[in-house]
Protein backbone atom coordinates (compact mmCIF):
# COMPACT_ATOMS: atom_id res chain seq x y z
CA UNK A 1 0.00 0.00 0.00
CA UNK A 2 1.74 3.21 -0.72
CA UNK A 3 -0.63 6.36 0.69
CA UNK A 4 0.37 10.03 -0.31
CA UNK A 5 -1.14 12.70 0.94
CA UNK A 6 -3.06 14.59 -1.56
CA UNK A 7 -5.19 18.34 -1.25
CA UNK A 8 -8.10 17.93 -2.60
CA UNK A 9 -9.02 18.58 -6.42
CA UNK A 10 -11.03 18.53 -9.56
CA UNK A 11 -8.85 15.28 -10.50
CA UNK A 12 -9.80 13.62 -7.14
CA UNK A 13 -13.72 14.00 -7.24
CA UNK A 14 -14.31 10.42 -8.59
CA UNK A 15 -11.94 8.85 -5.01
CA UNK A 16 -14.08 11.76 -2.87
CA UNK A 17 -17.44 11.11 -3.99
CA UNK A 18 -16.79 7.31 -3.49
CA UNK A 19 -15.44 7.19 -0.34
CA UNK A 20 -18.00 9.99 1.48
CA UNK A 21 -20.86 8.06 -0.07
CA UNK A 22 -19.38 4.58 1.73
CA UNK A 23 -18.62 6.63 4.52
CA UNK A 24 -21.74 8.61 5.22
CA UNK A 25 -23.81 5.54 4.37
CA UNK A 26 -21.75 3.72 7.54
CA UNK A 27 -21.97 6.67 9.33
CA UNK A 28 -25.91 6.69 9.13
CA UNK A 29 -26.27 2.82 10.43
CA UNK A 30 -23.95 2.96 12.93
CA UNK A 31 -23.26 5.68 16.31
CA UNK A 32 -19.89 6.56 15.15
CA UNK A 33 -17.85 9.47 15.16
CA UNK A 34 -17.73 11.59 12.31
CA UNK A 35 -13.78 12.62 12.00
CA UNK A 36 -12.79 15.04 10.65
CA UNK A 37 -15.97 16.73 11.18
CA UNK A 38 -14.75 19.19 8.33
CA UNK A 39 -14.78 16.57 5.50
CA UNK A 40 -18.51 16.04 6.58
CA UNK A 41 -19.70 19.74 6.88
CA UNK A 42 -20.30 20.40 3.27
CA UNK A 43 -22.87 18.23 0.67
CA UNK A 44 -20.15 16.40 -1.65
CA UNK A 45 -22.56 16.44 -4.57
CA UNK A 46 -21.96 19.77 -4.87
CA UNK A 47 -18.47 19.40 -5.52
CA UNK A 48 -17.20 22.48 -6.43
CA UNK A 49 -19.32 24.23 -3.45
CA UNK A 50 -17.40 21.21 -1.60
CA UNK A 51 -14.13 22.44 -2.75
CA UNK A 52 -14.74 25.87 -2.16
CA UNK A 53 -15.52 25.62 1.27
CA UNK A 54 -13.97 23.07 2.48
CA UNK A 55 -10.99 24.16 4.41
CA UNK A 56 -11.61 27.31 7.13
CA UNK A 57 -9.28 30.63 6.00
CA UNK A 58 -9.43 33.79 7.70
CA UNK A 59 -11.52 34.58 4.58
CA UNK A 60 -14.30 32.44 5.74
CA UNK A 61 -13.59 31.53 9.58
CA UNK A 62 -17.06 31.23 11.56
CA UNK A 63 -16.92 32.40 15.26
CA UNK A 64 -14.92 29.62 17.31
CA UNK A 65 -13.29 28.07 14.39
CA UNK A 66 -9.67 28.39 13.73
CA UNK A 67 -7.73 27.94 9.95
CA UNK A 68 -7.08 24.73 8.81
CA UNK A 69 -5.71 22.54 5.87
CA UNK A 70 -7.40 19.39 4.56
CA UNK A 71 -5.67 16.36 3.37
CA UNK A 72 -7.27 13.37 2.05
CA UNK A 73 -5.11 9.83 2.26
CA UNK A 74 -4.52 8.31 -1.48
CA UNK A 75 -3.50 4.56 -1.56
CA UNK A 76 -1.93 5.24 -4.95
CA UNK A 77 -1.85 1.47 -5.91
CA UNK A 78 -5.74 1.31 -5.44
CA UNK A 79 -6.22 4.61 -6.42
CA UNK A 80 -8.53 5.43 -3.54
CA UNK A 81 -9.02 7.58 -0.99
CA UNK A 82 -8.85 5.68 2.43
CA UNK A 83 -9.16 8.48 4.67
CA UNK A 84 -8.47 12.40 5.50
CA UNK A 85 -6.64 14.82 8.03
CA UNK A 86 -7.36 18.02 9.27
CA UNK A 87 -4.46 20.14 10.47
CA UNK A 88 -5.29 23.23 12.98
CA UNK A 89 -2.84 25.94 12.54
CA UNK A 90 -3.43 27.05 15.70
CA UNK A 91 -5.48 26.25 18.76
CA UNK A 92 -8.13 28.34 20.58
CA UNK A 93 -9.46 27.33 24.31
CA UNK A 94 -11.98 25.26 23.21
CA UNK A 95 -9.47 23.14 21.18
CA UNK A 96 -6.70 23.37 23.81
CA UNK A 97 -9.05 21.20 25.71
CA UNK A 98 -11.33 18.77 22.99
CA UNK A 99 -9.85 18.94 19.75
CA UNK A 100 -6.25 19.40 19.48
CA UNK A 101 -4.36 20.26 16.05
CA UNK A 102 -5.39 17.53 14.74
CA UNK A 103 -8.49 15.42 13.28
CA UNK A 104 -8.22 12.47 11.02
CA UNK A 105 -10.10 9.44 10.18
CA UNK A 106 -10.22 6.33 7.95
CA UNK A 107 -13.11 4.78 5.78
CA UNK A 108 -14.85 2.36 7.18
CA UNK A 109 -14.21 -0.44 5.00
Known sequence: MNIRLV???PAYKEQLTDM???WTDYNNHHDT???PWVIFKN???DFDNYLKNLEFTE???PEGFVPS???FCLDED???FVGALEIRHYLNEKLLKDGGHIGDGIRPS
Do not use: A, C, T
Open 20 to 22: LKE
Open 69 to 71: SVF
Open 78 to 80: LNQ
Open 43 to 45: DYH
Open 7 to 9: KLS
Open 33 to 35: NHS
Open 59 to 61: DNL
